[in-house]
């Protein structure tokens, strides 16, 4: 039996964990429950990413192709992990959909992402309620399919407002944790609306602008002076709706003072929540979670991809929420660790 | 000739990449300018880390251990490099200083790092006119030796102030972007403070508090809840002394008033500047740097550590702020990428 190596999850973190376990001798079985590989990047079509405004169908291409054309790698998806037992350190995986067999693996590298929060559940924001209030995925996929028109009304929006930490910072859905990258994906997103919208007002309900390092200057200073996007550091109270457009009620908190204010349009940046799948997988593969439901790292400093159980590793959102860049390198970071505990084991 | 690759800077970063490049099967050669092992970490003698509050000293012992056992990695301190040629894609690099000699190298990896922005600088600070003025790494250099106490007396501290943002976003200045984790390590050391300070008051004037994704927990709502912090958004004005104290004055942006507040200890969240070497080895090694100075990532999302000279790969705080565990991450991030570079090139 030649050393393998299973990944669950084919987002950016999966692809390039994959790739990289291949160039390092191993084989790999990619199981995937969707149709498609990508992850997010794929599922919301993202045209342009951030920090760099690189094409999001370009880096998919670059992941996709390197193990599409690696004969190392096995490509599974629409395929689920129905079952695992261990014994002496090897894995036993049973998967089911279109690929049902059972699989023998020296080790696991989980990549199951993330799912972002449906802002349904918090009534406040009138999500799926009223048309006009659509999430930054949403927004993604209209980039992708054409001209940013209303929902509602299919006219141009001339006013636009971001409402951050949706889902994320806040203690009545439960979820206290940031989701990292919503502040610098909606900067962007502002940046992406000028170019169709050279006349709209564009403005930013924000707790704290966490547009951390050299994004700084990328994306927060650039929507600002280069595209005329104005924060405002405020609470929200709730969305309701007057004459057809949705009204934002909150309060000002640099100003001290309430505001109610209609928009054409309104982008909910929801957050990330630990997916269906990390859950799943994290119980079938016995790794303990965080307190927020995301895989616990066992050393966070040490090693990103280090699990309480030896042989499972992790990479990308399935730890807690990373940008796509931090997903790429822990892809990296968990072969390596696959590599380093397998070589103690097996003669490769 | 063996397949060797040199390792410029032993911090954190410089660290991983030489175990992770020997496991890989290189021989290694690590170049570190200072006489001890471990940059930014052992400088300022870190004693507990964020995000975690996991041992520093730990951390160095198990990055350094690891190197100095290793039959496959030599260690140069008080080394420098003087000198670097190329032919056919080998780098014939001259040393100077504890180890003067011509080093032949396969591929070479820049881990550099920050210095900290010195905010003598920035004169409305008083950093180094006012004795209570210190930095938060001096603060990292007291709680490794003893008690906290004020420089200017001895006294135990009742009251003590943060400002964030010290040398960053800042553009009088001229570093206009965010260090990254300044807030994060602030908050870190606002919990220790309060170990040792049970009844000080405790204020972190911010511009945004940037402890983003699981950090927002571990550090900001703890820092809050559990050790009784006050976060003050505001804009500083300058720092004056009055009676023996440094006093503060600027404008809190919330409640819209301007404040003048005497402190016993002042900490300033000074933040990273791209490091001297860091400028000197982009130069002899002949690599761009981005616009604030630190080094240009050639592909920000799909390898962090592809710089646009071939052969030669940056990790760690040399290509931007970095927290620690980021560093070690583009450690291992730089070691594949260096494997993939060669393997192409030479028979391992």
């Known amino acids: 039996m030649s050393t393998s190596v299973m990944v669950i999850g084919a987002g950016p973190a999966g692809l390039q964990a994959a790739s990289t376990l291949s160039h390092l001798g191993f084989d790999v079985t990619v199981v995937e429950q969707q149709q498609y590989l990508g992850g997010a990047v794929a599922r919301h079509q993202y045209q342009v990413l951030m920090p760099d405004f690189s094409s999001g169908p370009e880096l998919l291409r670059h992941l996709i192709e390197r193990v599409n054309e690696d004969p190392h790698i096995k490509i599974y998806t629409g395929t689920s992990v129905e079952d695992v037992s261990e014994s002496r350190d090897i894995f036993s995986i049973t998967l089911s959909g279109a690929h049902a067999e059972t699989i023998q693996s020296h080790a696991v590298v989980l990549a199951t992402g993330f799912d972002h929060f449906n802002p349904a559940r918090d009534g406040k924001y009138g999500y799926g309620i009223f048309p006009d209030v659509i999430t930054g995925a949403e927004l993604e996929e209209m980039f992708a ?53 050279p006349k709209a007002r564009i403005s930013m309900f924000y707790m704290d602008v966490r547009t951390y390092g050299l994004w700084e200057d990328s994306l927060y200073w650039r929507s600002q002076e280069e595209a005329g996007v104005v924060y405002v550091k405020g609470r929200i109270a709730e969305v309701t709706e007057q004459h057809g457009r949705p009204v934002l009620k909150g309060e000002d908190t640099l100003v001290r003072g309430p505001f109610e204010w209609p928009f054409d349009l309104i982008v909910l940046a929801a957050g990330m929540e630990p997916s269906r799948g990390t859950h799943d997988m994290a119980k079938k593969f016995q790794v303990s979670l965080e307190s927020h439901g995301f895989i616990k790292q066992a050393h966070t400093i040490h090693n990103a991809s280090l699990t309480d159980h030896p042989g499972v590793f992790v990479a990308g959102a399935a730890s807690g929420p990373k940008a796509i860049e931090d997903s790429i390198a822990e892809g990296d970071v968990a072969s390596l660790a696959v590599f380093d505990y397998l070589k103690a084991k097996v003669t490769l």
Do not use: H, M, W
Request: charge should be positive; aromatic fraction near 6%; glycine fraction near 8%.
């Open 145 to 197: 399919k054409g001209p940013i028109r209303r929902p509602s009304n299919g006219e141009v929006p001339q006013s636009v407002a971001f409402i951050y930490c949706v889902g994320s910072r806040d203690r009545q859905v439960g979820n206290t944790y940031c989701s990292r990258v919503c502040c610098a994906v909606s900067a962007k997103q502002s940046i992406e609306l000028r170019e169709q919208l």
